[in-house]
């Protein structure tokens, strides 16, 4: 079965502040998509950023990185210079790959941020 | 482009009633995702339709179901309303429905059942 961990309940940092949120997953699929969302208070999750199981290959966006290590089963995602908009909860997920399975997120609990001024 | 668009936002029921609620998907993404977000479970996978067909279901009770279109929009009915269906009902939609695609998500209806 597939399973996403989010450890983290709820994160307070000042603005400008670098902040890394923590994303641990299982699965027994070779071949797997992890995904990052955002879901501000207006409720509507946003796509942030995905990545397949094959590419550990981390990247930056902008102010958004993502640190992915097969070997610990982490997707951890990192905001760099947050800023008050960047407050909403944050919700890793994982789905498995292949017309068969359709489009299946299963997400962790979430984790709110609070980028205070 | 139109975002993913869900009607109504905003509903209040009463135990052992039924609900409808609608989904339309971005133009020309053919499979529609629904899923139940409350306080206690988080975001649950409801179903996933694709062209029609159901391919996939989450461990939801009967009273829970759902339908697509030709037109890719889709439904979800909950009959028999219980007080802990009360949660948001968030729509997505998605081009290929492969599981590695981006979805993209309505802003719900929150469904509140007294």
């Known amino acids: 079965a597939q399973k996403v961990t989010q450890a983290q309940t709820e994160i307070s940092v000042v603005e400008k502040e670098d902040v890394t949120l923590d994303c641990v997953y299982e699965?027994?699929?070779?071949?797997?998509?992890l995904f990052w969302y955002k879901q501000p208070p207006s409720g509507e999750l946003v796509f942030l950023i995905r990545r397949n199981s094959f590419d550990e290959q981390n990247e930056i966006s902008g102010r958004y990185s993502w640190n992915f290590q097969k070997s610990t089963s982490s997707f951890n995602f990192t905001i760099t210079a947050s800023q008050v908009v960047d407050s909403a909860v944050y919700f890793c997920?994982?789905?498995?790959?292949?017309?068969?399975?359709?489009?299946?997120?299963?997400f962790g609990a979430g984790t709110i941020l609070r980028v205070k001024s | 482009k139109a975002g993913v668009t869900q009607t109504p936002r905003y509903l209040i029921k009463t135990r052992g009633q039924q609900v409808t609620l609608s989904c339309s998907p971005i133009s020309g993404h053919r499979s529609v995702s629904w899923y139940q977000q409350t306080p206690g479970q988080g975001l649950q996978f409801l179903f996933e339709y694709f062209s029609e067909t159901q391919r996939n279901k989450g461990n939801f009770p009967g009273r829970f179901s759902g339908r697509q279109f030709s037109n890719s929009r889709s439904e979800m009915n909950v009959s028999t309303l219980e007080l802990g269906d009360s949660a948001l009902y968030l729509c997505?939609?998605?081009?290929?429905?492969?599981?590695?695609?981006?979805?993209?998500f309505g802003p719900g209806t929150r469904l509140t059942v007294t």
């Open positions: 699965t027994r699929d070779t071949t797997y998509y």
């Open positions: 997920a994982l789905s498995e790959a292949g017309k068969k399975y359709g489009n299946k997120l299963v």
């Open positions: 997505a939609s998605s081009w290929k429905g492969t599981g590695m695609d981006e979805q993209y």
